[in-house]
Every structure is written in C-alpha cells, then in structure tokens.
C-alpha cells in the first residue's frame, strides 16, 4: 500500500516503524519543521524527520497545508491512504480527500473522551482508571470521525511519558492490524454521549497549588513529568517535582511537616522522591537536602 505518513513527536515514530516493518510502501513523510532547541537555540529535526531519514524516505516539512501548492504536491503523490499521528498541522479538506481510502490518525485516547491536543495529559489530570488508542477515518471536524478500532490500557501510576510511550507501542500495533483489513473494515460512528475536549496545555497549569488535595496534586505532578513539570518556589527558586507519594498527615496547606521534604496539602500530604531544581539535572530529595535544608514549616508557593 502506498502510503504518506504525517507525524512530528516521539509518539509518531513506532507508527512509522511498524508501517515499513508490515511492507508498506511510505512514499513520503510529513513533519514540522525543525525547531530551536537547547540552550544554544539550534534547529533540531523532528523525531519523524530523523527516523524517516535514517529509513530513506522523502521529507517533507510545508508551514502549511492551506495553499494550493501544497496541496497539489501532496496529491502528486498518489497515496491509497495517509496516516497521522500527533502531526500538529490541520488537513484541510482537499488533502483529506487525496487518497484513495483518506486518512486515518491515530489517538491517544478512547473517543470520544479526550478529543483534542492532550489526551494524555488530561487522562491523568482526571484521574481516568483506563485510557487506550482509536484507530479514526479522519473528517474535517476536531478528532470527530468515525472509529475503525480502539484499544485500551490501564492508567495506574504512569507519567505521561510513560503512558505517551506505552500508546505509541500500542498504537502501532493496532494501526498494522486495521491496515491488513483496511477496505472491509467498518467505521462505527463516535456516541454523542461522553465527548470531552483535552485543551492544550497551559502554563498555568504546571504550578503547584498545595490548597488541592494530595492526590490532585501527585496526578498533576505525573500528568506533566518529566517535562514542562509541576513546581513551586522557594526563596525565589523554581523547584519541580518529578515523582512523588500521597502520604495521610495533615496541616497548613503548602508548609513543610517534616525535615524529609513531606508537604501538606488541603487535604494529605505529598513526600516527593525525585525533585530538580532550576538549571540542574534531576535527583533524590535526599541528594537536595544534603546540600539545600529546608527545616520544618517552611512555607512553599
């Protein structure tokens, strides 16, 4: 089958793999442009760039897919059917016409909960027992197509690289699955009932408010991990929190309980075990206290 590929993050890359693995042929492969990263501010391709290079396959990286040009190009291609996967660029309506059997995506998130740009990030925000992937015939509305498969996984303690990484895997393999049954498998429309929309995440968002209940707060905490991260400041200095326990002790929202680091909160308290601190690699809250102390009622914000 000949097929244009359409994906940037890590979480597109197993998807692309296994495309090539099951002997498709992946004619080209849409990505975002490369993006300054790191401290000296250099262009650094996609994840789906590099792999599609190391694999031979034609990149392709238009700012947009809105003027005539691109679209032309895109339909030049002559595909039976497109796959996106965390592209970040909406198709329009010509470029979802284009091939053959259209285009597919793949989310991350049982449809139609978490419609939208952080399904992962907001199942765990949410507390959601279970999450999964669905396999949808894209349409012109936001992720409101109709499913071709779904499956499912249990949340757990996972951070959302974690789980971001365990529904790519998971992802790719059901994406194989529907393509060896493409032209007979049937699309079930989404319910109406249970749509919910997974906004993009907002900085706001990342800062820690200790008047919320401790396990609020460790899913927060792992909803964000390892980046941007939840944190708070002390004397002035950004701390995140990276990995953390609920533990059942009690008292005024965001002092410390103990010279261990334990936090209350509105209702618990949190024991962080992995913390970084502004400009410096991750480590133990152990390895923090040895040279920074933070004595008992030392209030956080």
């Not at 133990?284 to 206290?289: D, K, R, S, Y």
Request: proline fraction near 8%.
């Amino acid at each position: 089958m000949r097929i244009v590929f359409m994906g940037t993050p890590t979480f597109a890359v197993p998807a692309l793999l296994a495309l090539v693995e099951a002997g498709n042929e992946v004619v080209a492969a849409y990505t975002q442009p490369p993006r300054p990263a790191g401290r000296g501010k250099l262009l650094m391709p996609s994840p789906v760039q590099r792999e599609a290079e190391l694999l031979g396959i034609e990149v392709r990286s238009p700012r947009t897919l809105r003027d005539l040009e691109a679209q032309a190009d895109f339909a030049a291609l002559d595909a039976d059917l497109a796959v996106v996967a965390a592209y970040g660029l909406i198709l329009p309506q010509p470029v979802l016409d284009a091939p053959k059997h259209g285009c597919i995506n793949i989310h991350a998130s049982l449809l139609p909960r978490w419609r939208g740009a952080a399904p992962i990030h907001r199942a765990i925000l949410a507390g959601d027992p279970v999450t999964g992937v669905t396999i949808m015939q894209m349409e012109a509305g936001l992720d409101t197509g109709p499913m071709l498969a779904t499956a499912r996984t249990p949340v757990e303690d996972k951070t959302s690289a974690e789980l971001s990484a365990e529904l790519a895997e998971l992802g790719a393999r059901l994406l194989v699955e529907v393509l060896a049954d493409l032209p007979r498998h049937a699309a079930a429309p989404q319910p109406d009932l249970g749509v919910t929309y997974a906004a993009k995440i907002d900085k706001t968002e990342t800062r820690i408010d200790f008047t919320r209940a401790a396990e609020h707060t460790e899913r927060q905490i792992r909803a964000f991990a390892p980046a941007p991260g939840a944190w708070f400041e002390l004397d002035g200095e950004r701390y995140r929190i990276l990995a953390a326990q609920v533990v059942a002790r009690e008292g005024a929202a965001g002092t410390t309980l103990d010279d261990a680091l334990t936090i209350a909160c509105g209702h618990g308290a949190l024991v962080p075990t992995l913390i970084q601190r502004a400009g410096r690699p991750a480590m133990t809250v152990e390895e923090l206290l040895r040279g920074r102390a933070v004595p008992v009622g030392t209030k956080l914000g």
